[in-house]
């Protein structure tokens, strides 16, 4: 089959026929729905009655937490449940005008192939490592120029010369444009996308939701997007679906749906998410209790533990009905606005008095941080950081924050003494001592080690010899970051993602630290798992006096957290500020491109051109001129100085033309 | 991977019989379990051999090659009326102990160079892997045979023949463990907290090792006991009257058409024990998996 697929323009599509909105058969109709998996021998009941269409042309978000059941709703759309696990399902799944139960593998792939494509979270394990772009793409896709002209239609650069490259060869961003490339080869009804852009930067993340929306409107491909960001589901979402525990709670076309959540778990979700918007650190709102019990098959509102509203009539399972301009699966719809108080505080912090208050600052003295890449004759010197200044007065917070390769978690392994500084220094005011929180908690408990021996460990180290006293600092450690007591002998492998990061969170402050550093500890994490541990960590360091230090991609959670924010791109540092400053009245054209990335509910994020260069080459001058919006014919030339802003005290810009424009204003 | 790559040649050893039994063991995690447990209920038997073996295995106790199930002789006796049952016990027994010793220093040789070398990176790790690359050049059984030429004959210096080509491959594990270790974020976060080299690399990279140690142990265990009754065959074992399985299946080799059982059983003995040794490397592994 060597024609050319998919690339041909769908008959009519310039016209706008294929626009959202179009009545016709849904593309896929899900109806009564429930998987049901058996693991190590016990049935985990994955979904228990599901009803969804999709509509041609549409783009449907899923969104929930993890163990919603919205990737094995994805997967069964796809006819892909597998055998290892032994999968019930009841229900019908109706792609394309075929029953999947029905279906012989033979005609299930022939249905993949010719109406169905999926783009999963990590393009890297989706492609084929020993596989060059271009041969992945003609199996699917036939002739070398259908590949060129798939490449094109998803926007990468220079597609000939890409399909010669290994998929390690490309960016993360570039990969997911082929992985969709590939979806789209088969002119497919109905695209399944689960987390196609969790792992990417925000301004990578922009343009992938960009280019979904932009294949949509060309295509006429309806899109089933699962995503866990209420922010992603907002920007491209026609309409909006939340799932948890394995059932649809809420649903409704999504400015609607957003702009009025009625299910409490749609709001408490909404509540807990850090967003942009609002002013100064703030307690997040969190939900109580864990996620959903998957292996009991009760009936009944799978959210009713949490809930705030839960009632006795919550034993019985809600159905879904219309409720205002959506549809809610709540007993408790249109009563839940009242009893909610709009804007909760979140679990309170215990009130108690400082221990000590703002030890130690950290001086960080034009830091440089090389690295060196390859052997022999080829070596080169990857730069991560290129002299970093930067001043923490005692027990502030700085929030670190840019784009992956900014050396943002460098300057943190720097400070910490786990890389290697080539020039500069670092200081930490009186002596005090550092402590880190690493991104994957899990991975950084010793597996074989219970919780218990490595705390105890941190104290032996740290001098405390009174068996008496360390067992004794130890419950109070755990009971300072929420750790249930019971779960001191657990190891790592047996706690869960939150239960791992309170771990960690307790052998970092066992031994009290003056310094906290914190390498992006939620972004791993849930939506709401994420506001519980960013409050532990604000509670933590308002009652220990710790200086704090933030990594994060997430401009959003800096604001939550810190009360200085640096914006870092390829090494070196462009922007510095109050939080205020920098989200409020960003200067730095980098900066302003980052914020206008941010998915947030009532506007479609800007994308940023491109992706950060590569650190073993620099581009000449600003190293942000290739991609600035406003560069200016000299940027290329005039390497630019971190010079104080005219008109703020404090706040510090990289760039000449900025600056000057400040000075008139 | 290293180890289904280095040691098939032991898994052979069955033949079709192992073949199938392993199948059984892969699909079922009792069956693993059981299969694991294996070479503890050896070492028990071995030990109680004393107690369960009917006769002395070097004192006559009967006509000679009266064929089993005579006159209370379960496996018969040999050329000169010993009771073939209990020299198979007893050479069972001195080949299982040789193999978990030879094992045993092995292991202790083995992980230590390979710790070393891991931890200590540049030349030192340069210079043990060489030494390593070295002893993994030479012939273990030809060496052995060196050795007992030097030392004289005797089942300690076949031993330790032995035992001096038997640790690289746990040496390279190790270090390919602690190394594929050294780089997992635990090991940060121990440094973080402060905990010294010593301490690091006992408490928080060592124990991750085990498990392909474990493994590759037991699946050794059969490999031991065949290069060690090979030797004993060609008569590098202990002297003489000495029941051990080799030798007796070499020395009773003449009498293979008329009264087989005097070499058959010794060598059925062998068979036991490699199998033994198998199961439990194969249970092993399913269980390590399975996690």
Partial sequence: MRRVRGVLPVPGWEDGMAMPGNTGAPVASVKGLKVTFERAGEQIFALRGVDLEIAPSEIVALVGESGSGKSVLGLSLLGLLGHNSKPVVEGTIEVAGAEIGSLTEAQLRRLRRESLGAVFQDPMTSLNPTMRIGKQLAEVAGSAEACVELLRSVGVPDPARRLRAFPFELSGGLRQRVMIAMALAGSPKLIVADEPTTALDVTVQAQILELIRSVRDRFGTSFLLITHDLGVAATVADRVVVMYGGRVVETGRAPALLGGPEHPYTRALLRSRASLDGSGPRRLSVLRGEGVDSHSDLPGCSFAPRCELAFDGCSATPVLGSFGDHQVACWRAGSAHSPFPEDDPGEQAPAETPRSRGLASVKINDVAVSFKVGRGGSQLALKALRGVTLDIEPGGALAIVGESGSGKSTLLRAIAGLAPIASGGVEIGAGGKVQMVFQDSGASLTPWMSVEELLEERLAVCGVRDRQERRQRILEACDSVGLYRQLLPAKAGQLSGGQRQRAALARAVVVAPEVLLCDEPTSALDVSLAAIVLNLIADLRERLGMTLLFVTHDLAVARVVADHVAVMYLGEIVEVGTTEQILKDPQHPYTRSLIDAVPESGRLPVPLKGEPASPLSIPAGCSFHPRCPSALAECGERPQILKVSPLSRGHFIRCEPVLEELTWR | ?291
């Avoid at chain 2, 059981?34 to 109680?48: E, H, S």
């Avoid at chain 2, 004192?59 to 379960?74: K, M, N, T």
Wanted: no cysteine; charged share 10%.
């Fill in chain 2, 1 to 291: 991977m290293a180890i289904t790559g280095i040691y098939q040649s032991g898994q052979v050893s069955g033949g079709r019989l192992s073949a199938k039994v392993s199948e059984v063991v892969a699909q079922n995690s009792k069956a693993s379990l059981a299969a694991a447990l294996l070479p503890v209920a050896v070492t028990l038997v071995a030990l109680l051999v004393p107690v369960i073996a009917p006769y002395s295995p070097l004192v006559p106790a009967g006509p000679a090659f009266v064929p089993p199930g005579h006159s209370g002789f379960l496996l018969g006796t040999d050329s000169v009326g010993r009771d073939e049952l209990s020299r198979v016990l007893y050479g069972m027994r001195a080949s299982w102990f040789s193999a978990l010793a030879v094992i045993a220093s092995g292991l202790a040789i083995g992980v230590t160079v390979g710790a070393v070398a891991a931890v200590a990176g540049g030349w030192v790790d340069a210079l043990l892997m060489r030494i390593t690359d070295v002893f993994l050049s030479l012939p273990g059984p030809v060496l052995a045979i060196a050795v007992v030429a030097a030392l004289g004959p005797g089942l300690v210096h076949t031993l330790i023949g032995v035992g001096i080509v038997w640790w690289p491959f746990y040496a390279r594990i190790v270090r390919g463990e602690i190394r594929a270790l050294a780089a997992r974020p635990h090991l940060e976060a121990a440094k973080m907290s402060g905990v010294g080299p010593v301490r690091r690399t006992l408490r928080h990279l060592l124990p991750g090792t085990l498990p392909a140690l474990v493994v590759t142990a037991s699946l050794d265990i059969g490999n031991l006991v065949l290069t060690l009754a090979g030797l004993s065959f060609l008569g590098l074992g202990a002297p003489a009257p000495a029941p051990e399985l080799g030798a007796m299946s070499a020395r009773n080799l003449t009498f293979l058409l008329q009264d087989y059982w005097t070499a058959v059983a010794p060598g059925a003995g062998i068979v036991v024990l490699a199998l033994v040794g198998n199961l439990a490397g194969d249970g092993l592994r399913n269980l390590m998996k399975d996690r």
